[in-house]
Each structure stands twice: as C-alpha cells, then as structure tokens.
C-alpha cells in the first residue's frame, strides 16, 4: 500500500509543480511577471517620490531636490552614464529604460531610470540614469506565502489520496486473495466489496467469470457423468447380444445381429447429438443471415410429415412475421425438437404459433394436449440427460439432449425458453427472440 500511495503522491505533486509553474509562464508572457509588479508595489512610494518631488522641480532646482532627499532619506541614488545601466540590464529592459520608464532590479534592489530624454535638467543629462539601491524589495515574503500554500495544498491532497489508496490496496489485496483462492480449487470462493468501491465493477466482472466457470465444470462434471450412465447401456446390451450370439443356432443369429446393429445405430445417435451439444457452447457456430420467419416453421413441420400422420396440427402464424436475422439451421433444429417433442408426448394434438410483437420481439409457442409437465420439474428439463419419467423417454427413444440443444440454441440468439401450461391440458413451450 506505501508504494502505491507514495508513487500517486509523488505523481500529483509533480503535476502540481508542473501545472505551477506553467501557470506563472503564462501570466508572465501574457500579462508581466508577477514578482515585478509585487516589487513595484513595494517601491511605489520611492517612485512617487521621485516623480512628484524631483521631477516637477524647477530645472535650477532639480540636483538641489535630488541631493535634499538623498539627506533625508535612506536610498542610495547615483547618478550613472547611460552605457554603464545598459550593461547591467537584459534587452527588453534596455529598451524600457531607452523609452524613460522605470526600470526594476530585483535581485538587486534597484531600479533605473534616465534623468530625461532631451537634456532639460542639466547639460548632458539626456546621457545620465538615476539608479536607486538599497530599495525595501522583498519578495521572498511572496514566494514563502507561496510555499506556505503549496503545503497546505500538499497536504490536504495527501489525506484523501491516503484514504484512497488504503481501500484501493486492501481490494486488490482481496482481489489477489480470491484469485489465489480459486485457482487452488475453492470454486465457490467469490469476491466481497462495497458497492462504493472503485474496484467493485472489476470485482463482479470476477464473480462472474468465477460463477460460469464453476457451473462449467459442473456442468461437464454431470455430463460425463450421464455420458457413461446413457452409454454403459448400449454397450452392455451389445457384449450380452455378442455372448449370445455365440451360442445361438444359426436361425436366429439374424434377429440377434439386428438387435445389435440398433444398439450401434443407438450408440451413433448420442454421439451426434453430443457433438452438436458440444459445438453449441461456442459462439462462432452460428451463421446469422436474414431469413423467412414463417418460412422456416412451415418447412419444420413439412419436413416432419412422416410423424403428422393422425395428429391435429393447429398453425397460427402472423402475416407480419417477416425476416429474422440468425442462423436458419439452428432455430429449426431447436423447433423441430419442440415440435417433436409435442408429438411424442401429446395425445394428438398439437399448436404452433408465431407473432411479432414490436419492430425486433418474436414469440414462437409450441403447446400439446399430453400430460403436460409438472411444475416443480420445469427448472430442470432444460438439463442435459435429464428426464422426467426414463421408461417413458426410453420407450419414445430419446436421450434426455433434446431440450438442452433447444435452449443453447435459443440462447444463443440472444432469446429465451420458458414452460408454463398449456390450454389445451399438456405442456406450452414459449420462445422469445429480440
């Protein structure tokens, strides 16, 4: 924490210092020194003095006046030739001094000025410069107030950048802390800061992070998990098949070899919908282009005619549907398991509809007339290989993946997938796009 504080204390004072002095360069180009005009304040008295008394004296009387106040007062007043001022000054003073103004030395407590321009007060006085020392000049008064302010300044910038920098470190320090923490393993380890943190943002931005790695690997736990659950099956219905196959007569090898060739087409089967599960936890697998809305449901249900044979389908599509932008394959597939779920599980019955409500909101319903699903299953139909009655779903030879691949699908596009009840007594799966 001292580093810190030190090295952003260090930083604003510079800055101050640099901001100080740009400040006193531009006054100074812009409007004169400052020190000079403090410095003229300081003398203004000796200068009225030189101008009201000496200068308005008679020329007779001009040395008797220059010497009377040289008596009665504590400057020291020379007369100098002209080049011997013009030697001891830098250009632009020269030439303010060659116009007849009062010239100051601050450093050295002078000032200069010429006695006049066109010899008026003596012979060759045009030639002469009255140069003022031992001036009460101080600046250093000025610059200490200066210092004094700049202190002060220092230092009540020191205190909330104190108090700053303590609750930044100790966030980083937890920050480092959970960051440690997590990457030994502790997944559940999250991130505790006030919302008046700086780092708060940051600090969720890692929870989040932290919470979709954690339901990551959970999910891939409880996947590979069901994998091996859903794949032991098959397998061991295949090495039973070839053990009696060995012992069957030829009669009935056939029926044994096609029993295990369904085995194999069922192992093939939960591959592929595992790939294309897989695949869709990457954002890249969709090739969004605009496509006919209605269009695509019309071609799900045509391309699912072999399973519409005695079942009501009740379409209800809006003729204001038109085009959506995503990938056509996708949310067919993620359709077609919808539809096809409604068959299955349906008693004859099933409705799919489509409205557009808004220049970029899409609902797509697909309801049945089957036993519907209970409420306290909805939040987990979603998961992958989860099922909610295994003889059933064995019997209509699912796998439990359909519904996941429909959610990923739908999730992808930036929608969503709810299950409520439906009015025709089953179940009513609602999609939301846009």
């Known amino acids: 924490m001292n580093r810190i504080f030190w090295r952003f204390f260090v930083l604003v004072m510079l800055a101050i210092t640099l901001a100080s002095f740009a400040v006193y360069f531009a006054i100074n180009r812009l409007f004169g020194d400052p020190l000079e005009e403090i410095a003229l304040r300081q003398v203004s008295g000796q200068i009225f003095l030189l101008e009201q008394y000496i200068d308005k004296a008679p020329a007779d009387e001009w040395l008797q006046r220059l010497n009377k106040v040289r008596e009665v007062s504590n400057l020291k007043i020379d007369l100098i030739p002209l080049p ?7 250009a632009s003073q020269r030439n303010a001094l060659q116009r007849g103004a009062v010239v100051l030395d601050i450093a050295g407590k002078s000032f200069y000025r010429r006695v006049d321009l066109t010899d008026g007060k003596y012979a060759g006085s045009a030639d ?8 009460p000049i101080d600046v250093g008064v000025v610059l200490k107030m200066e210092a004094l302010r700049y202190a002060i300044v220092a230092l009540f910038l020191l205190l909330p950048i104190a108090f700053w920098s303590r ?7 937890q920050l480092s802390k959970v960051a440690d923490e997590f990457g030994q393993g502790h997944l559940t380890t999250r991130i505790r800061l006030s919302d ?3 780092l708060h943002p940051l600090a969720d931005c890692m ?3 932290a919470s979709r790695i954690d339901l990551l690997l959970k999910t891939h736990k409880n996947l590979l998990h069901s994998v091996s659950h859903e794949l032991r099956t098959p397998i061991a219905r295949l090495e039973f098949g070839l053990e009696l196959l060995r012992k069957a007569p030829q009669a009935v090898q056939a029926t044994r070899i096609a029993a295990m060739e369904e085995d194999i087409l ?4 939960l591959v592929n919908e595992l790939l294309d599960l897989t695949k869709l936890d990457q954002q890249h697998a969709l090739k969004r282009q605009p496509f006919a809305l209605d269009g695509m449901l019309q071609d799900c249900l045509h391309a699912m005619e072999h399973q519409l044979t005695g079942q009501d389908i009740q379409l209800e599509l809006a003729d204001d549907l038109g085009e959506l932008n995503g990938d056509r394959r996708l949310l067919a597939r993620a359709m077609g398991n919808l539809l096809s779920n409604a068959i299955k599980y349906g008693n004859g019955v099933v409705r799919l509809s489509a409205q557009r409500s808004g220049a970029n909101r899409i609902s797509m319903v697909v309801e049945d007339n ?15 290989f989860y099922r909610i009655d295994r003889s059933r779903d064995r019997a209509t030879g699912g796998f439990g993946l359909g519904l996941a691949i429909v959610q990923k699908a739908i999730q992808l596009h930036g929608g969503s997938i709810v299950v409520d009840e439906s009015a025709l007594g089953g179940a009513k799966f609602i999609v939301v796009l846009g």
């Not at 011997?84 to 830098?90: F, V």
């Not at 069922?266 to 089967?269: C, M, S």
């Not at 089957?370 to 992958?384: C, K, L, V, W």
């Open 84 to 90: 011997q001022a013009q030697a001891a000054l830098d």
């Open 128 to 135: 002469d410069v009255l140069h003022a020392s031992d001036l």
């Open 167 to 173: 609750s930044h470190w100790r966030g980083l320090q």
């Open 196 to 198: 008046s943190s700086s």
């Open 207 to 209: 929870n989040q992070m």
């Open 266 to 269: 069922e192992l093939n089967a």
């Open 370 to 384: 089957g036993p519907g699903i209970p409420a306290a299953e909805r939040s987990r139909i979603f998961e992958a």
